[in-house]
């Protein structure tokens, strides 16, 4: 088990950039005239599967050199889809809130893996970032 020591200045930066976010994202969506909470809901969904579930699936099933290779490919299918994403933001004219609920969803359910991980989920499937 590890301490609880005092926290790294990096972590507490990453800490600090994230609170920041979620305060900008809710602020904007808040201030909004339609009330996309069901779509922050969807993206916190979205990202908890992708990144957990999905991801300690690659790491039992997959070797280092594999998963490597898989990120380079998943890479690829985010930046295909950063345009489309873009240019349905510009065409609703919505682009910053679209921005804002991904980026709330996205952090939420982050949040979300990152305690399940430190709670419920083996050593040998724990992300090595931790």
């Not at 005092?6 to 994202?25: G, N």
């Not at 957990?52 to 930046?79: C, H, N, T």
Request: hydrophobic share 55%; proline share 4%; aromatic share 10%.
């Amino acid at each position: 088990m590890k301490s609880v020591g005092s926290l790294p200045l990096r972590r507490i930066m990453w800490i600090i950039l994230y609170a920041y976010l979620v305060l900008f994202s809710s602020a904007r969506i808040v201030e909004s005239d339609t009330s996309p909470w069901g779509w922050v809901v969807a993206f916190a969904i979205g990202t908890a599967v992708l990144l957990g579930p999905v991801m300690w699936a690659v790491r039992d099933r997959f070797s280092e050199k594999q998963r490597e290779s898989l990120g380079y490919v998943a890479s690829v299918i985010v930046l295909l889809f950063i345009p489309v994403i873009l240019g349905l933001g510009l065409i609703f004219e919505n682009l910053l809130l679209i921005m804002a609920v991904g980026v709330l969803g996205g952090i939420i359910g982050y949040t979300i893996v990152l305690l399940l991980e430190r709670m419920v989920l083996p050593e040998r499937l724990q992300g090595t970032s931790q």
